[in-house]
């Protein structure tokens, strides 16, 4: 079992409707978890950090954190084509440990 | 505050030639990390420097590459005797301790190994 899983996709969204990305990670004493936005050819833009269980809004973006379940998801509201990248989760796997284990990535792209 | 710079952004290179590269953190961030990213992978972690101290070495750094952060500013990575399983992006990020530690990534060197 991989450390942190993703979906790599793609995942098709037409413009305006709601994007949902999902992430499964394996190590339950995870403690940190980010979401980053990486355009085609360019390196990886932190968009949301997440740390409690349940949601945390940021403009256009949801991140909502299951620890039971061992779960992450990003939601991104009024979807543009903008926001048409790959998406990477991002894990502290344990407690003191500074790296981030990362999925594959899901790429994602809105259709106008 | 200029954001996380790397240098060069791109080298070519010939198989058994040595390579360094730059990254120069943003300021005042005392954590610096470097992580290898292959197309359709997430980044894989390589190491990373609490000030001039590096804390943390993946398996994946061979005894052919080589980090230094010599005075806690920017940090240089060399890979030695380059093999053509070395092209990637590499990657380096910044982050201050405490706090959320949220890492901060900088544009990366893209490497071809011929």
């Known amino acids: 079992q991989k450390e942190v899983e993703q979906n790599s996709g793609p995942l098709s969204v037409p413009e305006g409707a709601i994007a949902s990305l999902n992430c499964t990670y394996s190590?339950?004493?995870?403690?940190?978890f980010f979401w980053y936005r990486q355009y085609s050819g360019k390196s990886p833009e932190l968009i949301m950090s997440i740390y409690s269980n349940g949601d945390k809004e940021d403009g256009r973006f949801t991140a909502q954190l299951n620890k039971a379940s061992q779960y992450v998801s990003l939601l991104i509201r009024d979807s543009q084509p903008s926001d048409s990248a790959t998406y990477l989760c991002a894990v502290r796997l344990v407690s003191g440990a500074q790296k981030l284990v990362f999925g594959q990535g899901t790429r994602l792209t809105i259709n106008p | 505050d200029t954001g996380v710079s790397q240098d060069p952004r791109h080298k070519i290179t010939k198989r058994g030639q040595n390579v360094t590269f730059r990254c120069d953190p943003i300021?005042?961030?005392?954590?610096l990390y470097w992580y290898r990213q292959t197309l359709g992978q997430g980044p894989e972690f390589l190491t990373y420097?609490?000030?001039?101290?590096?804390?943390?070495k993946s398996r994946l750094l061979s005894d052919r590459f080589s980090a230094e952060r010599p005075k806690g500013s920017f940090s240089t990575l060399e890979i030695q005797r380059t093999e053509q399983g070395d092209s990637a992006m590499y990657l380096c990020?910044?982050?201050?301790?405490?706090?959320?530690?949220?890492?901060?990534f900088g544009p990366g060197t893209r490497l071809t190994v011929l």
């Open positions: 420097f609490q000030n001039e101290a590096q804390l943390e």
């Open positions: 300021s005042e961030h005392n954590r």
């Open positions: 190590d339950r004493g995870s403690q940190s």
């Open positions: 990020a910044s982050s201050v301790h405490g706090g959320r530690d949220e890492q901060f």
